[in-house]
């Protein structure tokens, strides 16, 4: 039978580890299986990898090459070292976390017989309160892009139901540039997400990003698609891979990039009052804020956000917590 996913493989790698001992060829296995059977995204693999090649690495150094070598004191050193050259509490949290799962799945597949990162400790991470977008500044900033899409310029038709969704859905950008033009049901306004570990949502829209979804779909989408054709077609050079399927595409016909929102957003929000980080996540934090300040379930905002954990959406009742003292503060003759 064939294993287009790669989850067979990733299995059989698992069961070599033990006998092959190599902390390199246990690190790949790991990021096999966590691609592969956990359903992790990209970016997660990849820190992961980060992480645990700097394990790798700290190991040789103390001449331990193989996985038995492995043990508490290792690890505890490995983390004193980032800790002692100045790396981020956040970061060395992040490490600990990485190395906790790759010491339980040596233990689940027989490399160790106990796992040796079951009483590590890192520094907890300091939580910061993201950054929120207040309502009318959005709508301030909505407006002045509508005017801008009103010209029919194609790029700007789709910047706007680009913002228009992020905000709506309160949608990760992986999840917004990974739609294709079948998890949209325009009728019931709603998008089919496909989230962290490949878990799917379904998530509705209002009227106004209904608008701006419907233009660029019927206008903006295919002169983007005709234009980009036409100049594969000058340089002999063939259509944009994936150009059929995905909702939002470049000026290349090919999928939207995540670069390509970051930079749209970050010009956007500098153009508006506050502080902290200025990238798509930005609407999201704002959405998720906005539905709690509005009388919101929290479980429902959980799901409206495809958290995992309702300890990750409580954040955003410290967010509007805090909007509620600052507001006291400035607006309480007592305060």
Known sequence: MADPAGVGTARARSRTVARRGSIDTAVDAYLDHVRLERGYSEHTVAAYASDLADLARFADQRGATDVDAVDLDLLRDWLWEATEGGLA?????????????????????????????????????????????AAPSVEVLLDGMQARAAEGEPIAVRDLAVIELLYACGLRVSELVGLDVDDIDRGNRTVRVTGKGAKERVVPYGAPAAAAIDRYLASARPALLSAAAGRAAATSG????????????????GRLGVRSVHRLVAGLLAELPGSGPSGPHAFRHSAATHLLDGGADLRAVQEFLGHANLGTTQIYTHVSAERLKQTYRTAHPRA
Do not use: I, M, Y
């Not at 040796?116 to 993201?130: F, I, M, N, Q, W």
């Not at 063939?238 to 016909?253: E, K, M, Q, W, Y």
């Open 89 to 133: 509490r956040a970061t060395v949290a992040r490490r600990a976390a990485s190395a906790r799962g790759f010491c339980a799945w040596l233990e689940r597949t027989g490399a160790l017989p106990a796992d040796p990162a079951a009483r590590l400790r890192a520094p907890r991470a300091k939580r910061t309160l993201p950054r929120v977008v």
């Open 238 to 253: 063939g259509p944009a891979a994936d150009a059929g399927r995905a909702v939002f595409v470049g000026v290349r016909g």
